[in-house]
């Protein structure tokens, strides 16, 4: 079994006041082994102050995504280095929204996962399917080929780690049942033993998309699922510690 990742997903929040929310998750997660690892992906504009503040605890800190290369005439765009000078030690590569809001393609992301691992960050790779992919029977063909396009050019499976976050699920209290999960994660699992042999059973799995303290206990007992993404649920650190306890019971 793997270690657990318990990881939130400020996405568009968060102002140094919410550092509170960080010193609270710092105050209350263990750093042993036998607990989950946790993260917070927070804001650009906080990964200085938040690493500050979580340094010493076990939080870990991390960016939501990354331009592919490291320097240079991108105005606007923050690079994965940059993300690791200012304490991420994750970043969230092709989150749906990104991939919607932003057109970054597989081919994208799979630029922005080398350069984050160049970087020495562990990206988050997203995949998921559309309402509409999901209803014409597509899901696991849509997963495969972001899987395909996604990890193109990836040669360790230990350098990453891989979020599967239905779309219709994401912000809208509409959560995958536990059998939808389990045959996409199965699915993702079977893809990367594929890809990468045995490694590829050492690489985290994560389900995103309405997760919260109600369905945690559920949805993390599934095999194949190494964690959880955690969007609306992670910006009140009494909503991310409970998720968190869930996931501690479950590894002890
Ligand atoms: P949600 O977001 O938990 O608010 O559904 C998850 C995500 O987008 O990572």
Not at 7 to 26: E, F, H, I, P
Request: hydrophobic share 45%; aromatic share 4%.
């Amino acid at each position: 079994m793997n270690r657990k990742l318990i990881a939130g997903n400020w996405k568009m929040n968060g102002l140094r006041a919410d550092l509170q929310t960080v010193r609270d998750v710092c105050a209350a997660i263990k750093g042993e082994k036998t607990a989950p690892e946790t993260l917070l992906c927070v804001p650009a504009t906080l990964l200085v102050a938040a690493s500050a503040t979580a340094d010493g605890s076990a939080l870990r800190i991390g960016g939501q995504t990354c331009h592919s290369r490291q320097s240079g005439a991108f105005t606007g765009d923050v690079s994965a280095q940059m993300l690791q000078d200012a304490g991420a030690s994750y970043v969230i590569a092709g989150h749906s929204e990104r991939r919607t809001f932003h057109g970054e393609t597989d081919e994208i992301v799979a630029a922005q996962a080398a350069s984050a691992i160049a970087s020495g960050l562990v990206p988050i790779i997203c995949v998921g399917e559309t309402p509409g992919e999901r209803t014409s029977g597509e899901t696991l063909q849509v997963i495969e080929r972001q899987l395909t396009g996604s990890l193109a050019g990836l040669e360790a499976a230990s350098a990453f780690v891989i979020a599967y976050e239905p779309l219709w699920a994401i912000g809208t209290g509409k959560v995958a049942t536990p059998e939808q999960i389990a045959e996409v994660h199965d699915h993702v699992r079977g893809f990367l033993a594929n890809r990468f042999g045995a490694a590829g059973n050492a690489a985290r799995i994560l389900y995103g998309g309405s997760l919260n303290p109600g369905n945690a206990a559920e949805i993390l007992a599934i095999s194949n699922v190494d964690g959880g993404l955690i969007g609306g649920a992670s910006l009140k650190a009494a909503d991310f510690l409970a998720i968190y306890t869930t996931a501690c019971a479950l590894e002890g």
